[in-house]
């Protein structure tokens, strides 16, 4: 893995709604229905 790829993932933070996932730590995506995916300087956003 490289230098910049490492940075990132080190600064990467994501945060879900714990009501979206099951028992086993799985995400359902039928019930998160994510409508976009955006994407700027301060991070992902998901509407």
Known sequence: MGML???FLDSLD???DDR???DAGEMDFE???PL???L???G???T
């Open 5 to 7: 790829a490492r940075q």
């Open 14 to 16: 994501l945060e879900a």
């Open 20 to 22: 979206y996932f099951n």
């Open 31 to 33: 019930q998160a229905e």
């Open 36 to 38: 976009s995916v955006m």
């Open 40 to 42: 700027g300087r301060e």
């Open 44 to 46: 992902m956003w998901f």
